[in-house]
């Protein structure tokens, strides 16, 4: 990170136990709440045409769209951001969304994702959520990630198991046998 030219600021870190409660709030007030219709509902939907890839990349510039107001809000983590890197991270986690989605089966564990990854911007020693401007930030990994992720699934299923469909679920929400 150093050589990136990332600051250590390991003083600037929120004690450990405030995380949990964090995650907890965000999981059930904040952003875990999105992934209902990020990936429980328009993921599915576009992935009844396309490949997963593409349509994390679909599910994901509406996702950056639908934070851009956040930008414009005095006050908002998002207001001192670069646009450009905040967009390409949001890319990047949004396919990494897809492979935790289509691996699970479960919309659970992108909102548990989600609810983890927004608070841990306290605990990131590169700077906190500044960092996501930063070639060491947090948007880079989930660009190495996203990388690694196609080579091994494949832009497809981004899976070991097929992609899931809206065709793929029952009334009750589950996944039907194949």
């Known amino acids: 990170m150093v050589v990136f030219g990332a600051s250590l600021d390991l003083d600037a870190i929120n004690p450990l136990w405030v995380y949990p409660i964090a995650v907890a709030i965000v999981f ?5 709440q999105e992934e209902l219709g990020w990936r429980a509902f328009a993921l599915p939907a576009l992935q009844e045409r396309y490949a997963a890839a593409t349509a994390s990349l ?7 769209l639908w934070h851009l107001p956040l930008f414009l809000i005095p006050g908002s983590p998002q207001q001192e ?7 390409v991270a949001v890319l990047a986690a949004s396919v990494v969304f ?10 659970l564990v992108p909102m548990l994702f989600h609810g983890g990854i927004n608070p841990i911007a306290a605990y990131f020693p590169t700077g906190g959520i500044e ?9 880079s990994y989930a660009i190495v990630l996203v990388v690694a992720l196609l080579w091994v699934y494949g832009p497809r299923d981004l899976a070991d198991r097929p992609r899931i469909t809206l065709g793929d679920r029952t009334d009750s929400g589950t996944k039907s046998d194949r």
């Open 58 to 64: 679909g599910v994901g510039v509406v996702w950056a």
């Open 131 to 139: 960092a996501i401007g930063m070639v060491a930030g947090y948007g």
């Open 28 to 32: 059930l007030v904040g952003g875990g």
């Open 98 to 107: 897809t492979w935790l989605y289509n691996s699970s089966g479960s919309v």
């Open 81 to 87: 951001l670069p646009l450009g890197p905040y967009v």
